[in-house]
């Protein structure tokens, strides 16, 4: 996982969260399972053909060799192969986020199946980053700088390719005065944190705070801090293999049954569960 500012603008800038590649392979008997991730994910087929399928009234459509095919964040999918036919294929997750919260790419016309000459690029900077990985002789502020660069290329090569299709429907000036609670929360997820420690960090009252934030973010306080406590769940878990019980303590539940209980109802699966999942690369073919 790489936390670094990639320009947008001094005043709001790009922070890139999570990137980290693999490459794996499927037979003819993988059983999909059903899968919500933070991260956008992009699948490039090396070999073979499978069929993505979307929950939430989303159609299906089918991997491509030679073009990646495209999951955006949060949503729930599953990847399964075609009878006779067996893939191989590189995967990339990606996490950006801007003014705190947002995330960029949700805002641009990304379709689900990209065409050959991005395909291409991307899967450049995939296996790139799986090379990374397996280089011993880096320092960490090499592969941190190494990475940075990775993340910046795919955002550069994704905007000057699809268009910015939707914008946020709140006004910057809410944003700005209700981001010291969003950072209250980014700095404190393993606290308790109550409605009034957020309200006061604005300077509002907690019922107007409430209203305000409700508004903006079109969730309650409470749920985008729950929101930010599962996405630290993910990288703690599976990118710095952290055990259960470490993280449910990290992130400040009671235990690890009530850890356990959340995560499950965020991403429909326990969290021993969801790590060998991401493990195996079942999340697409």
């Known amino acids: 996982m790489s936390i670094a500012k990639m320009n947008n603008s001094d005043h709001h800038p ?29 699948s490039y087929c090396l070999q073979g053909q499978g069929r993505i399928e979307f929950k939430e009234g989303k159609s299906s459509f089918f991997s491509q060799k030679d073009h990646v095919s495209v999951a955006p964040a949060n949503c729930i999918y599953r990847g399964t192969v075609i009878s006779g036919c067996p893939g191989m294929y590189c995967w990339l997750h990606v996490q950006f986020e801007i003014m705190g919260f947002l995330d960029p790419l949700a805002y641009l016309d990304i379709p689900n199946v990209l065409p050959a000459p991005i395909s291409s690029k991307i899967l450049t900077i995939a296996q790139e980053l799986i090379q990374m990985g397996e280089n011993r002789n880096l320092s960490m502020m090499e ?35 209700l981001m010291p609670a969003v ?30 934030f409700k508004r903006a973010f079109k969730i309650t306080p409470y749920a985008q801090l729950e929101k930010l406590r599962m996405h630290e769940a993910v990288n703690l878990l599976c990118i710095n293999k952290r055990s259960i019980d470490e993280t449910s303590e990290i992130l400040g539940y009671c235990d690890r049954f009530q850890f356990s209980k959340v995560f499950k109802r965020v991403y429909g699966k326990s969290p021993s569960q969801y790590r060998q999942s991401f493990y195996e690369g079942s999340h697409l073919c």
């Open 143 to 177: 592969l941190s700088v190494q990475l940075n660069y990775q993340g910046a290329s795919l955002l550069k090569l994704l905007l000057d390719n699809f268009k910015q299709t939707a914008s946020p429907n709140i006004f910057p000036e809410e944003l700005e005065t």
């Open 14 to 42: 790009v922070t890139l969260l999570h990137i980290h590649s693999g490459a794996g392979s499927r037979s003819r008997d993988f059983k999909p399972q059903w899968e919500r991730f933070p991260y956008w994910t992009f």
């Open 183 to 212: 950072k209250a929360m980014k700095q404190n997820l393993g606290k308790s944190l109550s409605i009034e420690n957020l309200a006061q960090s604005v300077s509002m009252s907690v019922p107007t705070f409430f209203r305000r």
